[in-house]
């Protein structure tokens, strides 16, 4: 019996949304866009927001939209964010991401 596995853009956005969420030094995500920021203020939030899937040369690209913890070393931060969503998303969805952006959009005391 063979068959196909078809993993949606909406599972791999909410894969790697909470992969960032473990990485010490991310206070959340921060909408993406609009669209997302009208969700937030409704109280709709899930565990995409703040993910971008893209598409190049038909490998998924992934843009995350981060608020950082006061007093991290941003860089660091995106450093292990990228390379925990690489992992992650290559061993629990077998995809492999041709760019993976982090994007500080803001710092927060916690």
Partial sequence: M???IHITEA????????TAHEIPGVVGMAPANLREG??????????SEGVVIGKDSGKYTADLFIV??????IPTVAQ???D???????TQAGIELAATR?????????
Wanted: without cysteine; positive net charge.
């Fill in 2 to 4: 063979s068959g196909s």
């Fill in 84 to 90: 925990r969503v690489v992992h992650t998303v290559k």
């Fill in 68 to 73: 950082a913890a006061y007093g991290v070393s």
């Fill in 38 to 47: 009208i969700s937030r203020v409704l109280g709709r939030a899930n565990a």
């Fill in 80 to 82: 292990n964010i990228v």
């Fill in 102 to 110: 982090v994007h500080a959009v803001g710092v927060q005391r916690v």
């Fill in 11 to 18: 599972a791999l956005a909410s894969l790697i949304g909470l």
